[in-house]
């Protein structure tokens, strides 16, 4: 049973950043598709960005593409989501997900597991 854990979320001001951390991924994270959602209050769940394999795998959103950056710590099997320059607009529940068989994926359905989600508050 794979249990993603999320942790890095808070209140932040418009313009700061902050670093979200997925892990737990039950193998190697190298082999798996990460992907970051969120979630805003009367809203939708919408795709922030997901990664696979290496760098050369990785998808963002039009509304964090420059601001946000997806990494991974190999060693650590963690996934990262880099958060720059933080608009109030950006303020939701965080979600990261994983997707055993690969591929980059943006619709929520095709990820198998999901973390608890971590609220990202952005005051103006």
């Known amino acids: 049973q794979v249990e993603l854990l999320e942790s890095g979320g808070g209140l932040v001001q418009a313009g700061g950043s902050l670093r979200l951390s997925c892990a737990n991924f039950?193998?190697?994270?190298?082999?798996?598709?990460v992907g970051w959602f969120r979630q805003a209050p009367g809203k939708e769940r919408e795709i922030v960005g997901t990664?696979?394999?290496?760098?050369?795998?990785?998808f963002y959103s039009d509304s964090v593409k420059g601001r946000f950056t997806i990494s991974r710590d190999i060693f650590n099997n963690t996934v990262y989501l880099q958060m720059n320059s933080l608009l109030p607009e950006d303020t939701a529940v965080y979600y990261c997900?994983?997707?055993?068989?690969?591929?980059?994926?943006?619709?929520?359905?095709?990820?198998?597991?999901w973390g608890q989600g971590t609220q990202v508050t952005v005051s103006s």
């Open positions: 039950g193998r190697t994270v190298y082999h798996v598709t």
């Open positions: 997900a994983a997707r055993s068989n690969g591929g980059l994926y943006s619709d929520a359905s095709s990820y198998d597991y």
């Open positions: 990664i696979w394999q290496n760098s050369d795998y990785i």
